[in-house]
Nanobody, 117 residues
Framework: VQVVESGGGLVQTGGSLRLSCAAS????????MGWYRQAPGKQRELVAT???????NYADSVKGRFTISRDDAKKTVYLQMNSLEPEDTAVYYC????????????WGQGTQVTVSS
């Protein structure tokens, strides 16, 4: 199983970006795909996740600004980021939690998002 992110970049405050993450390999029917981020000097934190049954979870700091979605036919999860702030600057990592009883985590290589003030 592999996950590969794309879509990061440099944007001004108030701008938008859309991240994509494509998974490949053997994906179980129940899984959770999502996004985490890590800013310099800080721990990796959850941004948003979405399960294969449609349950979503967002960090309080991004609620109302970010939207997670997925296309299971393409094994792809998206993160639409609007109203970006300098505090959103980080490396964004895609995560696939594969399976239910004994889930296994897979991580992408990360994509840089930089929001200039």
């Amino acid at each position: 199983v592999q996950v590969v992110e794309s879509g990061g970049g440099l944007v001004q405050t108030g701008g938008s970006l859309r991240l994509s993450c494509a998974a490949s390999g053997s994906i179980f029917d129940f899984n959770v795909m999502g996004w985490y981020r890590q800013a310099p000097g800080k721990q990796r934190e959850l941004v948003a996740t979405m399960s294969s049954i449609g349950v979503t979870n967002y960090a309080d700091s991004v609620k109302g600004r970010f939207t997670i979605s997925r296309d299971d036919a393409k094994k792809t999860v998206y993160l639409q980021m609007n109203s970006l702030e300098p505090e959103d600057t980080a490396v964004y990592y895609c995560n696939l939690r594969n399976g239910h009883l004994i889930p296994r985590d897979y991580w992408g290589q990360g994509t840089q998002v930089t929001v200039s003030s």
